[in-house]
């Protein structure tokens, strides 16, 4: 059975995400996401809130599994006796950004292929950052985010709002 890693952060997983994760589903027998704990970056959800919205995101999907990790990703993949780690490509930019680590990558674990999937004209605008962004201002998600990712956002932004709003009138 060959396995492949998507690994990410999925703060939080979009729809983008899932594109990736059906197809690259029709490449390998199984698929783990792989929630990485530590990413260089601000997090709006934390590591369990992240793993949860993504087993609920794949809830349907026979062959796939969500765990998180904490060390080298091409690790991570040894670990699990993975044979390659799926990325998702919008744009120029993230095709050099994902050139560079994937230089990296093969220096460090030679045996490890990386498989790149072109996201869909649909989702090339995604970003975690940018859907953080539209729910942060109370915009539109529907089509962006699975549902329950939606509610967990608007959630978030509501209870960040409600303290904001307490220690305004203090």
Not at 43 to 70: G, I
Not at 97 to 104: D, I, V, Y
């Amino acid at each position: 059975m060959t396995a492949a890693v998507y690994p990410g952060s999925f703060d939080p997983i979009t729809n983008g995400h899932m594109d990736i994760v059906t197809r690259a589903l029709a490449l390998f027998d199984k698929l783990i996401i792989a929630v990485y704990e530590k990413p260089d970056k601000r997090l709006l959800f934390s590591l369990e809130e992240r793993v949860e919205m993504v087993q609920k995101a794949v809830v349907d999907l026979p062959n796939v599994c969500v765990q998180s990790y904490s060390c080298l990703t091409v690790d991570f993949i040894r670990q699990i006796k993975g044979k390659a780690m799926i990325r998702g490509l919008r744009m120029n930019s993230d095709f050099e950004q994902e050139f560079e680590m994937a230089l990296m990558n093969k220096k460090l674990a030679p045996d490890i292929e990386l498989v790149c999937l072109m996201a869909d004209s649909g989702y090339q605008f995604l970003s975690s950052s940018s859907i953080k962004e539209v729910a942060k201002l109370g915009g539109c998600l529907e089509g962006m985010v699975p549902e329950h990712v939606a509610e967990a956002l608007r959630e978030k932004f509501f209870l960040k709002a409600a303290r904001f709003s307490t220690l305004e009138r203090r």
